[in-house]
C-alpha cells in the first residue's frame, strides 16, 4: 500500500481511536499488534482475531524489536505513563499518538527525552460511543488527521506518520502544536462546551421542553451525550487555549443578550453566525504539491501552507 | 380520517411550514386550500396541484363561506396584517397558528378581537431549507405539535386543531401560551443562538481550524445554516423568554470559565450536561386519556398534564 507497509504499527490503547486504528492499519496492509490496559478489552480484541496483549513491556519490547510505529492512543490523563515505559523498553521507535491535544503530549514527550523521534498526531474522527465494541477500519477515511510539523521535526519520522495517516483514507493537515491546540478549542472543544450548557438548559424546562424539543436541540446537544470522564479528558488539557475562545464566546453571547435587550435584536449575531457558517460550508482545502520533507525550509512551508487550508493527499 | 375531515382547512402562508400542512391536511382527506403572498410561491404550488391563491380577501371569504379552520402559517412579523384581513373577511372561523411563538401571536389576535375562536398551535417540526420547494406532506409525521390550553379556550375549536395535528401524524402536547414559550426559548431559540455564536468562533480561527472540524462543529452549527432573517423572525418575538434562559446559560458558562480558570476543571458543567441530556434522552411521553375537551376543569387539567410530559394521541 505504502512504502513502508512492512514496517508494523503498535497501537498503545485499543479504545475506539487507537481501535479502529488497529484495524485500518492492517486493512492497509501493515503488520499491527497493540496494548490494551483492559484484559476486558485485550479479549474482544483477541476475539476479533487482533493481536493484542495486556502485558506493556512485553509489547514495547516487540516494538523495538520489530521497529514498530509506536502510537499513543490513550486519553490525555494516562498519556505519561506510557511514555515512561516507552522511554525504558522502544526509545528508538518511532512515536506519534492521536491524542486530542497536542502541545501537553509533546510536553511530557520531552520530558521523557523522546522527542528526537516524535511527531504528534490527531485523526479528527469519532463518535459519541467508546471501546473496542464501536471501533470501525473505516472510521478515518474521508477524515482529516492533523500531523505536527513543530520545529526540530525530522523528515523520515513525519513521513512514517503521514503514510500511516494517509493510508487510513485520511487527507493529512500540517499544523504545530499550538496552532493546532488553538484551532481545536474552537472546533472541538468549544462545542463540547455549548452542547453541555444547552442540555443543562433544556433539561431545567423540564419534560414540557423536553417533550417539546426537535432538531435543533437534538443536534446542538448531541456530543453531550459523550461520558463526562472523557469529555474532560478531551478539553481539560487544552484548558489555555478553550479559556480564550470561551471568553470570546461569552464576550460575543454578552453583546447578543444586550443587544435583544435594548432593541429586541439579534441581528449582528445571527449574521455574524450566519456568515460563519458560510465559511465553514465553503472552505476549500487544497493540495500541497511543492514541499518536499527534509528540504530546505520544509516545516515553516508546510506550517503556513496548513494555516491556509493546505492539505497532503499524497506523498511523492 | 377524522370527525371533521370533510370541513376544509384554509393555509395563510404556503412556505416550509404552512405549504407543508397544505400537503398534509389534504393527504388526510381535509379539503385544503390556501393564501400565499408571492406569485412565485402560488405558482409554485398550483404547479404541484394545489389550490393556492393570492389574493388574501377572496380566500378569506372563501373560507368564512366554507366555514374552514383557519391556518396562519407566516412568520410573526406578517402576523398582524394577515389577523387585520381575518377580522374583516372571516371573523368567525375557527383561527390557529403555526408560528414559533404563542404569547404575542395570542396578543395579536386579541387586538383584533378573534380570541373566541382562537386556539394557538405549533408543530416542532422543520428544516434549515425553507419555501414551497422545501414542503413535504410528511413533515408532521412523528412529531409533536403544541396546542393552546390557555384559559378562555373553547372546547369545538380546540378539537378541530387538535384533530387537524392529528391527522397530520403529530402528537398533541397541551400547553399554555407563556409555558410554551419559555420551553421553546430553551429548547429551540437558546439552540439558534449558540449555533451562530459557535460559527462565530469557529471561523474565526480561519481556514486551519473550519478545515479541522468534524462532527461536533458541523452537528453544532447545523442550524447557523438557518437564513438569517428567519432566525431573527424565529427568535426575537420571543425576547423576553430568551433573554431570561440566555442568561440563565451565560452565568453556568461563566461558572465553567471560571472553574477552568481556577482549578483546570469541567468537572460540574460536563456532569450537569451529561445529565440533562440523559433526561433529553429518557424523557417519557405518557398520554392523557382522562380529560374530555369542555369538562369541569379540563384547560387547567391539560396543562398540568403537559407540564409533566402528557401527550393526546387521540381524541375520543
Known sequence: MTGDANAPVCVLGTGLIGGS?????????YPAFG???SSAGVLAARGD???VADDLPAVLRRAA???????VAVPMPAVDHLLADIATFAPECVLTDVVSVKGPVAEAVARHGLSARYVGGHPMAGTAESGWAATDPELFRGAVWAVGVDEGTRAEPWRRVVRLALACGSTVVPVTAAEHDRAVARISHL???LAEALAVAGAAGGPLALGLAAGSFRDGTRVAGT???LVRAICEPNAAALLDVLEETLT???????????DGTLGELVDAGHDGHTDYRT????EITDVRPGEHDWLARLREAGLRGGVLTALD
Not at 472552505?283 to 487544497?286: A, C, Q, T
Open 252 to 262: 460575543v453571547l454578552g453583546a447578543a443578550r444586550d443587544s435583544l435587550r435594548a
Open 49 to 51: 482475531g487482533f493481536d
Open 65 to 71: 524489536r520489530e521497529d514498530a510505529l509506536i502510537v
Open 35 to 37: 496494548y490494551n490496559r
Open 191 to 193: 462545542p463540547h462546551v
Open 227 to 229: 461520558a463526562p470522564d
Open 283 to 286: 472552505v476549500r482545502r487544497w
Open 21 to 29: 486504528l488497529l484495524r485500518a492499519a492492517r486493512a492497509a496492509g
